[in-house]
């Protein structure tokens, strides 16, 4: 078969994950630069209120993402296990069926949201005093999210499709280009919050015509195909895409968990700290994103690898890359813990003047911030890896307690008791009580097998 390059079934699978690891998080460290550079080129550019409006919008571009994640992860999974049994045309079905799916979701919402801007910015938690700004970034990042979705999936199955390294290059090109644009945008122009979304969004219409060029004309054998219009094939459609959508979903949830975090935060640092809370806070969001991407691209890159195998009823191959994607989130978090420990000065300076009063939260709250780290990278990994075995009312079950059942209840109850101190320990809260559950389930599930 002529599939690609990369042998999921025999090659040594450290050093098979090893290959994807590093080219999977380069690429997604990328992408997360994209919304960082506008942080850094905001925040010395317009200041921390620039940061605390941009920081107010980005719930809906964690949405918009997630939605990407959901039909790519839940598409590649299905695929990858196609492949596995040489069902090539199902393969190219099903990942045809995601990227229309994405498409047609995103032109529907992203038009709502140009319709209703301002009830919009109020519903994500907008001052009046941070109105204008918010109003600048929203209604010139929304027409670029298609795109965004776009790049989400397409990643997802270039990989599959034996293409790493040109995943990583969609989105380092995309970073490159924002970072420029960014600058001129900001500074020699002098066009502030709404420069930097034009700058993101002229550079993620790029990085997603990259990835749908690649499906179109460049593609090994996961490319995509033309689907039929009858009433029976539009059926298997939709039953097709609600099975990616089922197995998918708590890649979505994994997104809205920082949707959730930052919507939560804006409120609670609103209510005890004013704008500057919410500037300092927006500080910490605009690293969040590079946490997440260390367990995103643990489990992107052992998925390939474990549905493959999974298919492929090798499962003494599918349990060591699991052990091995596990230990390697341990330590990617407890590395990001302690950068994020030892130096909250030089990273919030890397955005905001360390001078002002939102710096000075920042700085203090950081550390705090921070202990969460570790846990969070395995999280995100372990239900990546649950999600890779379409084992779904478990992921499902995680995804839901950090996203939502402990998070809301974490900004609500530690800042009672710990003051400012809890509001920045909530999210640790959260993700340290997620672990556990998941520890938990492991256990249970070894000793039923003994």
Not at 146 to 174: E, H, K, N
Not at 327 to 349: E, H, K, S
Not at 380 to 394: D, F, H, T
Request: charged share 10%.
């Amino acid at each position: 078969m002529q599939r690609d390059a990369i042998d999921f079934g025999t090659v040594n699978i450290p050093s098979l994950f090893g290959k994807y690891f590093v080219t999977t998080l380069l690429g997604m460290v990328s992408m997360s630069a994209v919304t960082a550079i506008d942080g850094i080129f905001i925040g010395h550019g317009v200041g921390s209120d620039g940061i605390a409006a941009v920081n107010i919008c980005v719930p809906v571009w964690m949405i918009f993402t997630g939605l990407g994640l959901m039909a790519g992860a839940g598409s590649s999974v299905v695929a990858s296990i196609h492949l596995a049994r040489g069902k090539i045309k199902a393969a190219r079905l099903n990942v045809t069926q995601a990227i229309l799916f994405v498409t047609i979701i995103a032109a529907l919402v992203a038009g709502l949201i140009m319709t209703f801007p301002e009830t919009t910015a109020r519903m994500l938690g907008s001052s009046e005093h941070l109105m204008p700004l918010v109003l600048d970034y929203l209604l010139w990042i929304v027409p670029a999210l298609p795109f965004q979705m776009w790049l989400s999936v397409s990643l997802f199955i270039i990989r599959l499709d034996g293409a790493p390294q040109y995943a990583m290059w969609c989105s380092v090109v995309t970073a490159l280009i924002n970072t420029v644009l960014d600058w001129l945008f900001i500074f020699p122009l002098g066009m502030g919050v709404k420069g930097a979304a034009i700058a993101t969004g002229i550079s993620i219409v790029i990085g997603g015509c990259m990835g749908i060029g690649y499906l179109l004309l460049r593609a090994r054998v996961v490319r995509l195909i033309k689907l039929k219009m009858s009433r029976k094939s539009m059926r298997l459609s939709l039953r097709n895409i609600g099975y990616q959508c089922k197995i998918g979903s708590p890649a979505l949830l994994g997104e809205a968990t920082i949707a959730v975090l930052m919507f939560m935060g804006n409120q609670v640092f609103m209510r005890y700290l004013g704008d500057d809370g919410v500037g300092a806070f927006g500080v910490a969001c605009y690293y969040t994103p590079f946490v997440f991407m260390f367990g995103n691209a643990v489990a992107q890159s052992a998925q390939p690898i474990i549905s493959f195998n999974y298919g492929a009823g090798k499962m003494d191959r599918v349990s060591s890359a699991s052990r091995l994607a596990i230990i390697t989130a341990i330590v990617c978090g407890t590395v990001g813990m302690a950068v994020f420990m030892l130096l909250p000065g030089p990273l919030v300076g890397l955005f905001i003047g360390q001078e002002g009063n939102a710096a000075r939260i920042a700085i203090d709250g950081l550390p705090l911030f921070a202990l969460g780290y570790i846990f969070y990278v395995t999280n995100v990994a372990s239900i990546g890896l649950l999600q890779s075995l379409e084992k779904m009312k478990p992921a499902m079950l995680f995804a839901c307690l950090r996203g939502l059942v402990f998070i809301v209840p974490s900004f609500i109850i530690m800042p009672r008791l710990l003051g400012d101190s809890g509001i920045w320990l909530a999210m640790a809260v959260s993700e340290a009580l997620t672990t556990a559950a998941i520890a938990l389930y492991y256990f249970l599930g070894r000793r039923r097998n003994l």
